[in-house]
């Protein structure tokens, strides 16, 4: 196989190889953390640290946003449910324990450890992000 018929395998197309979907959740989990980690910073910047874990949750809902047209559009080549209410139902429960996740982390690396609030994202962001794909690869997006 040639680096280009690679590199199009890994970005183009419908794929069920597991390995090329968790580097296509690596790339759009890239994309929310970019999107989630500035909008943090940008909000925590503008208005204060006293509101530190309301910038987080708003933050990490328009990551979440990223990750659920990611993963329709291009990661995930199989949709368990036929119900979109349904799916998009259980991808904001598995985004919600995602959030609950983020916050417990944020506050116990941020708050109580005392590091910076960017280092205890990314920590943390590393953290959910192994709870999120397993959780929506096996409860949405799973071989029939």
């Known amino acids: 196989m040639s680096v280009r018929e690679f590199i199009?395998?890994?970005?183009k197309?419908?794929?069920g190889d597991i390995r090329?979907?968790?580097f296509r959740y690596l790339v759009s989990g890239g994309t929310a953390f970019l999107v989630d980690a500035g909008l943090l910073a940008l909000l925590t910047e503008l208005f204060g640290r006293e509101h530190l874990l309301v910038?987080?949750?708003?933050?990490?809902?328009?990551?979440?946003?990223i990750t659920y047209l990611f993963s329709i559009l291009w990661v995930f080549d199989n949709r368990s449910l036929?119900?979109?209410?349904?799916e998009v139902t259980i991808f904001v429960g598995i985004g919600v324990i995602g959030l609950g996740l983020t916050e417990?982390?944020?506050?116990?690396?941020?708050?109580k450890a005392g590091l910076h609030y960017l280092l205890s994202k990314i920590i943390t962001t590393v953290l959910v992000f192994v709870w999120n794909f397993a959780a929506k690869k096996l409860l949405l997006f799973r071989s029939k």
Do not use: E, N, P
Request: with cysteine; hydrophobic share 60%; net charge positive.
């Open 55 to 65: 910038w987080t949750a708003i933050a990490f809902c328009a990551g979440l946003l």
């Open 8 to 11: 199009d395998k890994l970005l």
């Open 82 to 86: 036929k119900s979109r209410t349904a």
């Open 104 to 111: 417990l982390l944020m506050w116990l690396f941020a708050d």
């Open 20 to 22: 090329i979907q968790a």
């Open 13 to 15: 197309g419908r794929s």
